[in-house]
């Protein structure tokens, strides 16, 4: 079936940390990768995406490579912010009928000390 | 642009009361979608719509029922509210079912059935 497998939180960090959240997933075909954050009390919103092999999603300092080999589209980020807390989804895109249909896991929430 | 907006943000029903949920976006998107959250199991997509006049059962339809009317909203309706709908709503549209394109999503409107 289709699925995805993210590391579970909460993750706390220093701020300054180094940051990776693990992501793989499985699906029939070749999905689109996104990365969708959380921040307290909005709505889902875009991070970054790739769309085919060996592309690299990049958006505020974060960064995702689809590694097609692996399944693996796991997100990192070189200095981390307080502003960074928030939960955080690794979500294929995979065709569903008509429509483009995002298999979601449960997301890793991750906690920025100062 | 407002981009995706839900009404209400906050609702508590009792057992066997009906509601709508209303989802708007100024995007012009075709698609849109209903999703729930739920505490360790991701979002799951519920229904969607790929335009105006359309629907379509999503991965957990029952107890649901959607319209399309206008191609700016999305209804959700509740026809007997059940304490297993206890969960946050997200609409999201898209402008296209392509795989590659991202979802908006609205900020969710908090529902408990007690």
């Known amino acids: 079936g289709n699925s995805v497998t993210q590391m579970e939180g909460p993750v706390t960090l220093s701020e300054e940390a180094f940051l990776t959240i693990n992501c793989t997933y499985t699906?029939?075909?070749?999905?689109?990768l996104f990365w969708y954050v959380q921040y307290p009390g909005e709505g889902l919103q875009l991070l970054l995406k790739?769309?085919?092999?060996?592309d690299k999603g990049s958006n505020k300092g974060f960064e995702a490579t689809y590694r097609k080999e692996t399944t693996s589209f796991h997100l990192e980020k070189g200095s981390v912010q307080v502003s960074d807390s928030a939960v955080y989804f690794c979500?294929?895109?995979?065709?569903?009928?008509?429509?483009?249909?995002?298999?979601f896991g449960s997301g890793t929430r991750l906690s920025i000390r100062p | 642009n407002a981009g995706v907006t839900q009404t209400p943000k906050f609702r508590v029903l009792k057992t066997g009361q009906s509601m709508t949920l209303l989802c708007a976006q100024d995007?012009?998107?075709?698609?849109m979608y209903w999703y729930r959250q739920d505490p360790g199991m991701g979002l799951r997509l519920i229904h969607y719509?790929?335009?105006?006049?359309?629907?379509a059962k999503g991965e957990v339809p029952d107890g649901y029922n959607v319209s399309r009317l206008k191609k700016q909203n999305f209804l959700l309706g509740l026809e007997s509210a059940a304490p297993s709908q206890t969960s946050v709503y997200f609409c999201?549209?898209?402008?296209?079912?392509?795989?590659?394109?991202?979802?908006?999503f609205g900020p969710g409107t908090r529902l408990t059935v007690t």
């Open positions: 999201a549209s898209s402008y296209s079912g392509d795989l590659s394109y991202e979802q908006y």
């Open positions: 699906a029939t075909g070749y999905p689109s």
């Open positions: 790739a769309t085919k092999a060996d």
């Open positions: 979500a294929p895109h995979r065709s569903y009928s008509s429509a483009s249909k995002i298999i």
């Open positions: 995007m012009n998107h075709e698609y």
């Open positions: 719509s790929v335009g105006e006049g359309t629907t």
